[in-house]
């Protein structure tokens, strides 16, 4: 493994720390990851909300890097394709992407505002930004 490649593995095992640790602050309880076995999609984490709900999440971020978070087209499109996937689940859950970057303009904007539209993502939360994580005390 290249030195890049390990320090990936290394920031994203500690952003899925961050997000574990933002959803454990807002009274989730966290039953870890699971595969979706008829979309064929393992999200990062099954949770139950304070009000009971069962919630798909998906990680998706890093503190360093030149376009850490949804800023990478490839990682912005992997998201939005299990969302679509999972958007076909009979017991659908709600999906959200936790991301420590959102893009603002361009076309990755573009595409996250679609897949918004479309309802393939229920919500986009930035981890880093205090006016979004008020948005899972709602879920």
Known sequence: MTDFQASAVIQGRQFAEQCSELLTHYEYVLHGRALIANAGVEVDCVATSPGGNAIWF??????????????????LKKAIANGALLAGEPMRCPFI??????????????????????????????IYSPADTPRLHRL
């Open 58 to 75: 998906e990680f998706k971020g890093s503190v360093q890097g030149a376009r850490p978070g949804l800023l990478r087209t490839d990682t």
């Open 97 to 126: 992407v936790l991301t420590s970057h959102l893009p603002v303009v361009g076309a990755a904007a573009a595409m996250l505002q679609t897949a918004l539209r479309l309802k393939y993502l229920d919500d986009v939360i930035c």
